[in-house]
C-alpha cells in the first residue's frame, strides 16, 4: 500500500472518530447550543469523510495492487 493511501486511510479514521463524538452529543438530551453546534461539525466532519473516501478509491483505481 502506498505512503499516500495509507495516509489517507489515518486520516479516514480521525475523522470518523471526530464525528461520532459529535452524533453522541446528537444523541445525548437536547441542548440546543450544543446540538446546533454539533449537527453542523457532524455535516462538515461527513462532507470530509465523504471526500476522502473519493480519494481513497481513486487511489484504489490507479496505484498498482500489491
Do not use: C
Not at 14 to 40: G, N, Q
Request: charged share 40%.
Amino acid at each position: 500500500m502506498s505512503e499516500r493511501l495509507e495516509t489517507l486511510k489515518q486520516a479516514r479514521q480521525r475523522m470518523i472518530e471526530d464525528r461520532d463524538a459529535h452524533a453522541k452529543v446528537l444523541a445525548a438530551p437536547f441542548d440546543r447550543d450544543k446540538a446546533e453546534r454539533a449537527r453542523s461539525k457532524f455535516i462538515e466532519i461527513q462532507a470530509l469523510v465523504d471526500a476522502l473516501d473519493r480519494d481513497i478509491t481513486g487511489e484504489d483505481v490507479i496505484s498498482p495492487k500489491s
